[in-house]
């Protein structure tokens, strides 16, 4: 990582310590969304499944979720280092910075 990124990722995580964090239980599913049509003409797992314990910060209309989980996919026939199409062990990470650019009144 550059510093640029290093101090962004500190500044925003020192802002937010002043803020008190939301914690949510997330269930995710991420793939593409051609492969779940019958169109689609492969067998190709390209996605995986998520259970995460998410801290989600806000600030006016400033977001930022922290989150730390676990990939709950089968493990794949034929890349064993694989669980659905995300190489590597099953521990996930996601960080997330958001702004709400539209909010009805």
Request: hydrophobic share 40%; aromatic share 8%.
């Amino acid at each position: 990582m550059n510093r640029l990124t290093l101090a962004t990722g500190a500044i925003l995580l020192a802002s937010c310590s002043a803020l008190e964090p939301t914690v949510r239980l997330e269930i995710e599913h991420t793939s593409h969304i051609t492969q779940h049509f019958a169109a689609a003409d492969n067998d190709l797992n390209c996605g995986y499944n998520t259970v995460m314990v998410d801290l989600h910060w806000q600030y006016e209309r400033l977001h930022l979720d922290v989150a730390d989980g676990l990939n709950v996919s089968p493990q794949d026939a034929q890349f064993r280092q694989a669980y659905g199409a995300l190489a590597g062990p099953r521990e996930t990470f996601q960080a997330t910075a958001s702004f709400d650019v539209w909010r009805p009144k």
